[in-house]
């Protein structure tokens, strides 16, 4: 057989298969989300990305090898409840042509280390965003734009009310709390009854010593417990036990926050306000302060004259700002209950926004961040860090 | 005995403008019952708005201060309250008018026979003062500046008077343990002007001295605060609170500050047990943080750290700077330690520093007494009562 005669008769079968190969090669899968390295937790969503040459029949999504669901129609996605254990999961998308012919995509979620070597160098951003006074909560990672020091970053992580929350609510129990103290409890336990298991907290109740605090637990009956069993007494000391506060949170993992009653006339503390600021920058927790009155009344002690104390305010205040956390402002102990669970929601609402800062010098100076959202609305996160 | 009126019972213009403030928040309260009771007679058996007329209140006194004498410490102070409560009424400022003038009848009366009888009467007017204080006092304010104005004036009558020594010693502490009473009450003014009395009765009386600059550092008037403070160490060189106030003031002043670290150095070095010592190390550290001398400021921290290692706020001042200072491990480690640590069961040094202590004025209540106790014969013999048993003492 001629070389000629050869390729004439092979033709045939190599066409049939070339062709195979064409409509295979047309079928690109992508899972968009979750990403591959992120840690996952129960309701998620499996949005799929499927390019095709042919009509697709459907998309299988599998969760661990198991089929989870499938969807006939683009968007391609699949609502899996993955379930709270913090461990790895593997998500698989295969799209299918009517003809047989499929591809396929698959992603491998990390659990959350706790307690473990955190990267220091990735800098989380939790972001609130509204639109029109409302917030904004379908948005994606492409939807965001992150600025350090003007410079543009790339973000690698997103999610929202994906990670973890580990929580501090830090309470004030000075003498001057007494009677508001089953408000406290209260509002403490609206804050507890919306955390997820896979969620921890810390109760620490103060007043110009430490009364009482819990370690670091998803046991929402031992916080409660804690306030309960707490008498209040004595002074206040605010940035002693704010700093202690977000120093521990140092070492943790997830979305970290310390929620602060208290009326903020620190007459007690050895630390002044600038300490907790400084601490505030050069870590990743927010800080939400939820005050009862919140007029600032001038107040002068042993410490202090008026000028200093209210300079000590006006730094708390500035804190709380700066670390992208907010002060709610209360009238009435009956609104302290939604306040807590509007700190909750909130922080629930937020994405999570992670990048590697492309220009970390590691020299202490301050990095001021800017986050946009593509489209329009109103981005709220911390206002900056310190490059440590 | 010449008793002065124009002196009793007149008071300064800042004691009728605080009159006028207690009248007004009174008003709205006045028919509360009689303190101590439970909203009718006491053990008198006078009820409140009972028009008790002039000669029963002169009764009714007599037979306080001769229950008084007999050393019965428990119900005279509360008949004193009854009988005072009953007649003086806040929303009629001529009520006191009337009780003054009829108590004072008796003072005329037993005082004529012995001077020494004013001790007692004092003390019971400031133990009277004291209890209706701890009871709370709604609708009763003006009732509560007499018996403390009464046992005011009293004193300085005594001193007046007497003229010796002793009286001033006697006196100058019945004021001041009254400022003790006033501060603890937040009455900061009337609190300044009993320690400034008492200071003006007994030049080294070393509670008023430190009670008045207590107020004026509170007040933020440091060189007020200074000049008292330098005189406590005057009279008591190694005062422990006077040398840490004097230190705390300095370093609210323009140019004081290497004073301040001097004195504060020298107080880490006391051994004396003290509320206040580790304060001298955390404000020492803190004086030197702020000057960003975080070496000098983590040496100290880790000394008081040593002498206390049970202080909440040594670790977390330690760890402040450790973190400062680029050592962020160790500061988590002892902000970890901090919560190991007994807890919430005592008050902090520096929530002492800022409150009233009333064991600072112990010592001037046991001397006031005292004194009371061993004058109480010579009040029994006046008002022609049996003198008091034996081993039956008097005040707090």
Known sequence: ?388 | MRVRAEAMFVGGPVAWLAVAVWLSAGLAAWAQPVPGTQGGAGALGLRAREKVPPAKIQEIYRKVLADWSAGETERAPNELIELESAVVLDADAATRKVLLKEEQAVIHQVGAADLEVLVPIAVLHHEAYRRLLERGFHGHALAMIHTRTMARDLAILYHDQSGSEGASLVSSRLLTSLGGLLQQSAQQLPAAEMFQQAVELDSKNVAALLGLATIFEKNAQTESAVKHLRRVLEVEPGNVEGRLRLAMNLRRQPDHGPEAAKLLTDLTAVTEPSWAMPLAFQELGRLYSDEGKTAEAEKVLRQGLKRYPNDLRLHVQLAAVLDRRGAPGEATALVEKALTLPMGEEASARFLYNTVRQDAFAAARTFLAENSRSRLPVLAQALGAPPPAAGTGVGK
């Open chain 1, 1 to 388: 057989m001629s070389p000629k005669s050869l390729k004439r008769s092979l033709f045939p079968a190599l066409a049939g298969l070339l062709l195979a190969a064409a409509v295979q090669a047309q079928v690109a899968v992508r899972i968009l989300s979750p990403e591959a390295g992120q840690p996952v937790f129960g309701s998620t969503d499996v949005r799929v990305g499927v390019q095709a040459g042919v009509p697709i029949d459907r998309v299988e999504v599998f969760v661990n090898g198991k089929l989870a669901g499938t969807c006939k129609q683009p968007p391609y996605h699949v609502q899996v409840d993955v379930g709270e254990e913090n461990v790895k999961r593997e998500f698989k998308a295969v799209a299918y042509t009517p003809t047989g012919g499929s591809g396929a995509d698959s992603v491998l979620t990390q659990p959350v280390t706790i307690n473990d070597q955190m990267d220091l160098k990735l800098r989380a951003l939790f972001v609130s965003v509204t639109r029109d006074g409302l917030r904004a909560l379908n948005l994606g990672k492409d939807d965001f734009e992150v600025r350090d020091n003007g410079v543009p970053q790339e973000v690698v992580t997103f999610g929202r009310d994906e990670l973890p929350l580990t929580a501090v609510l830090l309470l004030d129990t000075s003498e001057s709390m007494s009677k508001r103290q089953e408000a406290v409890r209260r509002g403490a336990k609206a804050f507890l009854d919306g955390m997820k298991s896979s969620d921890e907290a810390m109760m620490a109740l103060f007043s110009d010593r430490l009364l009482r605090f819990t370690p670091f637990t998803s046991d929402k009956k031992a916080l409660e417990t804690a306030i309960a069993s707490t008498q209040a007494a004595g002074g206040t000391a605010v940035n002693d036990f704010l700093y202690m506060s977000l120093k521990l949170l140092d070492a943790r993992q997830g979305q970290r926050v310390v929620v602060l009653f208290s009326d903020g006339s620190d007459v007690h503390s050895v630390l002044p306000a600038s300490d907790v600021l400084w601490k505030s920058r050069a870590g990743q927790a927010l800080v939400y302060w939820i005050q009862l009155g919140g007029k600032h009344e001038s107040f002068t002690s042993s410490f202090r004259d008026f000028k200093a104390n209210d300079k000590e305010y006006e730094e708390l205040e500035k804190t709380v700002k700066e670390s992208g956390g907010r002060v709610l402002t209360i009238e009435r102990l009956e609104d302290l209950e939604d306040a807590f669970r509007n700190v909750l929601k909130e922080l629930r609402e937020q994405y999570a926004v992670g990048y590697y800062p492309n220009n970390a010098k590691g020299d202490g100076k301050w990095h001021k961040l800017d986050v946009r959202v593509k489209g329009g609305g109103r981005a709220r996160t911390r206002e900056g860090y310190a490059d440590y």
